[in-house]
């Protein structure tokens, strides 16, 4: 008997007996499913999350008070870094394309009878190109609202929608903190992000103003600020950013031991959020791979008692000539047709899943090919493996014992 009708006969045989073929397959199917589904999500969760860092905005540079050490045994932020420090790195750091230092806190915001808690963040008009905003109406503040100190103010998207509806905020006039701004402008939407504000619930005032109206200067130094948001002017400037802006801070701060501030750029935060989603999609997947094992194991099982059930049948081909490598290729082939298939559909069924959980959640669709393919491949893979001892047991069958069993 050669290949092509070893197949035909296996098929044959599996499609005569569909529901212990189902159930055969059914382990590969959950397993294959379940390695491609959590391959797929955490995929997406790592393209969610690096959307997420580049929605904080080109090419940016977190400085933030204090060292490493300092920050994990704080609670409070040091007041080491200032607003002249910034004013440093805009016009002493050639790499820099834009400055934007934020002093943040919450205060009740309230409009006629409208009272919302919300965080307000003094910053400077270098805020929309650092941070990647465009101003929706009216306009951002300028360095004249920051010298004098302005009663201005520029509302997030949320903001402006929860406060006013449909309303043209332009030109009217709410209190913060018991201080009267007046609304200069209104930023387009950009969602929530991480590693910050959620700035389209925020409103945005001149540094000056928070500091000397509402904060109150705390350091001897100047305005001392919650942290500093730099963005380079390419990918490639950015280590040579970080490295120019290191040093002048280390100059102006006098420092000859441990910095007082810490650097961190987007390159360092999307190499963590990959190093942890990948380690957990590893594991998830690990976990997952133990079905397509449990799954082998089933076809095992039940091709063995399928071997039991046709006893008689392997007699009687043996009699009328079949060799004991007929009888072992026509089992292995069987094993092998119900753990592909059962690949194949556990791969629809664990795209599908990936689909769904994209139309659910934030998290993109991520299919890997080569999560598909390797998961095909070892579940056939699997029934070759599996299906060898049924198959020889099947092989080794006596003919006249198997028609006597009968």
């Known amino acids: 008997m050669n290949f092509v009708e070893s197949v035909q006969m296996a098929g044959t045989t599996l499609l005569s007996n569909k529901l212990r073929s189902a159930l055969t397959m059914l382990g590969i199917v959950i397993g294959n499913a379940s390695v491609i589904a959590m391959i797929g999500i955490g995929e997406g969760g790592q393209k969610f999350v690096n959307k997420q860092l580049e929605s904080l905005g080109p090419n940016v540079l977190f400085v933030i008070p204090g060292n ?46 409208r009272n919302t808690d919300v965080n307000i963040i003094g910053t400077t008009p270098g805020f929309p190109l650092v941070r990647d905003f465009q101003v929706a109406k009216g306009r951002f503040f300028n360095e004249i609202d920051i010298k004098r100190s302005n009663q201005v103010v520029v509302l997030g998207a949320d903001l402006t929608e929860k406060i006013f509806g449909g309303i043209n905020p332009l030109g009217k006039q709410l209190r913060i903190k018991n201080t009267t701004f007046q609304i200069i402008g209104t930023l387009e939407g950009k969602g929530s992000g991480l590693g910050g504000a959620n700035y389209d619930e925020a409103a945005l005032i001149p540094i000056t103003t928070s500091a000397n109206r509402l904060v109150g200067k705390n350091s001897p130094y100047g305005i001392a600020l919650d942290y500093l948001v730099v963005s380079a002017i390419n990918n490639d400037s950015v280590d040579a950013a970080e490295f120019q802006m290191k040093n002048l801070l280390r100059l102006r701060h006098k420092i000859t031991g441990e910095d007082d501030f810490t650097v961190r750029s987007q390159k360092d935060a999307q190499q963590t959020v990959g190093q942890i989603t990948g380690a957990l999609t590893i594991m998830l997947a690990a976990i997952a791979g133990i079905s397509l094992f449990v799954g082998g194991i089933g076809i095992m099982n039940i091709m063995l008692v399928s071997v ?3 006893t008689q049948e392997i007699g009687l081909r043996k009699a009328i000539g079949a060799t004991q490598q007929d009888i072992l290729l026509q089992f292995i082939i069987e094993a092998v047709i119900v753990s592909a298939a059962g690949g194949l559909i556990g791969t629809a069924v664990g795209v599908s899943g990936i689909f769904l959980v994209a139309a659910v959640t934030p998290l993109e669709a991520g299919i890997s090919t080569v999560a598909i393919l390797s998961a095909v491949g070892v579940s056939g893979t699997i029934g070759l493996f599996f299906g060898v001892i049924p198959a020889r047991r099947a092989a080794k069958l006596d003919p006249i014992v198997a028609l006597r069993s009968a």
Not at 79 to 98: F, H, N, R, S, Y
């Open 308 to 310: 039991t059930e046709r």
């Open 68 to 113: 490493q050490e300092t920050q994990r045994i704080t609670f409070e932020i040091p007041k080491t870094l200032v607003l002249e420090d910034a004013e440093a790195i805009a016009t002493q750091v050639p790499t820099i394309a834009g400055v934007a230092p934020e002093l943040n806190r919450r205060y009740v915001v309230t409009y006629g009878n």
